[in-house]
């Protein structure tokens, strides 16, 4: 059966299984960052994670805005560098697209997207084409407001596809921010970091609630 | 696995940073869950110098907190800027009622976390302004120096701010003579082995044993050019042209100069290198105030050094003169 919304206990849950797979890819993002940057994605994205993992076992959320609050500023906290700004920044952004809402549905999934990104680019200044996380987010913002009267299930395969195939673009691009830009032509043939971890996020979004599906 | 004598691969950044409080004999103060340290005794009214970045860069940045110098340093992970509740706390530390300068390389994670935590201490009524040091001429040409890197010439900004913030009557005037400073530095760098982020244990670049990278950046990014190794005299030549032709130094300028360790080079090296900068600034007619030579800014172990220098006025020069009493720095 489709799933249509999340409560605000399955939110939490959401980001439980997001933080826990995260935390999983550790190894995966610190070799795509050697590739390409300096080598420390994955061990910021695995303690930021962590800490993420621990915020929710301990904290009490009024609402959902409030508990992607709390990951964006927990992120941002324990994360560092660029990585903890930029994704600490989506989530503190992506709250603001969730005010008043009781429950997850897909055109509050939509909206959090689109804040998230606005926020994004506020602070790091990228566009799509400059090889950074915007270019699996973008359009998997774009995929989701396309398709924001679909199921939850459907939206995030939606977006989690958009932003797989916009960090697999990146491939193609030359990195002209971060670590990575004095790489030129060299940072050609590999993903970006952060664009990978975007993706991951959603996907990881999509299984979930691809799980509950399943289950009822 | 490369060696290093460590605890936990996880730690060593606050580890170390114990450590240099320690070291500083009480004239620090460690803000633990900042992972900071600040001046024991800042008096008031005094306009504040915070300063800060990833660590592994020892003893950048926080080996130059003292008199005259930084009135606090906040730290990251290796190679990762601080978070902004870090810097924010650093900040009401340092901030007698003057504002807060906030002095660090020009790198995107720095430049974000800055910006958020300056957007908190305005909501606090905390004035702050902020200084990206840029001097790598290596990262980027001249017409886009905004993004180039900051590197070893962090030593000397931080070296006349610091002067400059003990006695500047407010933050506009501290951030004037701070930005004249940096923008009259100019740097480059050489690599020929790289450095390792203790946590994954492995190097952060690849290149060959007879290879060298000129204009290697700090974290390994790369530089301008990868070469067969070549006699010390030869490199040197190629950097020096690189630094002198872009602000550009000419005849009767005077200069402060520092040759800088990126961690595993010995001083005989350093010590080779610098005879050869003499040799050339004597030529281009440009007289040497004063030479420093050692391990002020680093990348773990990686192995090269860099060349900065800094064209003094009689303004920046009085304050270079001033004493500066640090860990890693001591001026009488």
């Not at chain 1, 399955?10 to 550790?26: A, N, P, R, T």
Request: proline share 3%.
């Amino acid at each position: 059966m489709a799933v249509n919304s999340l409560s605000l206990e399955q939110v939490k849950d959401l980001f439980v299984f997001i933080s826990s797979h995260m935390i999983e890819s550790k190894d995966m993002l610190t070799h795509a960052d050697q590739a390409i940057g300096d080598g420390d994605h994955g061990i910021g994205m695995a303690r930021g994670f962590e800490a993420v993992a621990e915020k929710l076992d301990s904290g009490d959320f009024s609402s959902v805005a409030d508990i992607f609050r709390s990951v964006g500023f927990t992120l941002l906290a324990s994360i560092g560098g660029a990585s903890g700004a930029i994704f600490g920044s989506f989530f503190i952004g992506a709250s603001n697209g969730l005010k008043d809402c009781s429950k997850l549905d897909s055109p509050a999934f939509a909206r959090c997207l689109q804040a998230g990104l606005e926020m994004v680019k506020i602070r790091g200044k990228a566009k799509v084409g400059d090889k950074t996380m915007v270019d699996a987010l973008e359009p998997a913002a774009q995929a989701a407001q396309a398709n924001k009267e679909k199921s939850l299930d459907e939206i995030t395969l939606l977006t989690s596809q958009a932003a797989e195939s916009g960090k697999e673009n990146t491939k193609n691009l030359i990195a002209t921010t971060g670590k990575a830009k004095t790489l030129g032509e060299r940072s050609l043939g590999h993903p970006d970091p952060g664009a990978i971890s975007m993706s991951l996020i959603l996907r990881f979004t999509h299984e979930h609630i691809q799980g509950l599906s399943n289950e009822m | 696995m490369i060696k290093k004598i460590i605890n936990n691969p996880k730690k060593v950044a606050e580890e170390a940073l114990h450590g240099l409080n320690l070291a500083y004999q009480g004239k620090t103060i460690l803000l633990s869950n900042a992972s900071a340290i600040v001046k024991t005794t800042i008096h008031d009214q005094k306009v504040a110098l915070l300063v800060g970045g990833g660590s592994g860069h020892e003893p950048l940045f926080a080996g130059f907190v003292g008199t005259n110098l930084a009135d606090g340093a906040v730290c990251g992970n290796v190679f990762a800027a601080p978070s902004p509740d870090q810097i924010l706390a650093a900040t009401q530390a340092v901030n007698r009622g003057k504002g807060v300068l906030y002095l660090y390389g020009n790198y995107a994670g720095d430049n974000m976390n800055f910006d958020i935590a300056a957007e908190l201490a305005t909501a606090m009524d905390i004035p702050t302004k902020s200084i990206r040091i840029w001097d790598d001429v290596a990262s980027a040409p001249l017409e886009k120096i905004e993004e180039r890197r900051g590197i070893a010439g962090d030593l000397f900004v931080i070296k006349i701010a610091g002067a400059s913030a003990s006695s500047a009557a407010n933050l506009e005037e501290l951030t004037r003579i701070t930005t004249k400073a940096r923008d009259n530095i100019r740097s480059m760098g050489v690599a020929v082995s790289p450095g390792s982020i203790p946590e994954t244990g492995e190097p952060t670049f690849e290149i060959g044993e007879d290879e060298i990278e000129i204009g290697m950046g700090l974290h390994g990014e790369p530089g301008v050019a990868r070469e067969k190794m070549m006699p010390a005299n030869v490199l040197v030549d190629v950097m020096m042209e690189h630094i002198l032709t872009d602000l550009p130094f000419v005849a009767g300028d005077e200069v402060c100069l520092l040759v800088n360790n990126l961690g595993a080079t010995t001083m005989m090296e350093l010590l080779i290198a610098n005879t050869r900068i003499r040799e050339i600034l004597a030529d281009k007619e440009i007289s040497v105030y004063d030479t420093l030579v050692g391990s002020y800014c680093t990348s773990q172990e990686m192995a090269g050094f860099s060349i900065s220098l800094m064209k003094l006025d009689n303004e920046l020069k009085k304050y270079y003169d001033m004493p500066a009493d640090s860990l890693a720095l001591i001026k009488r």
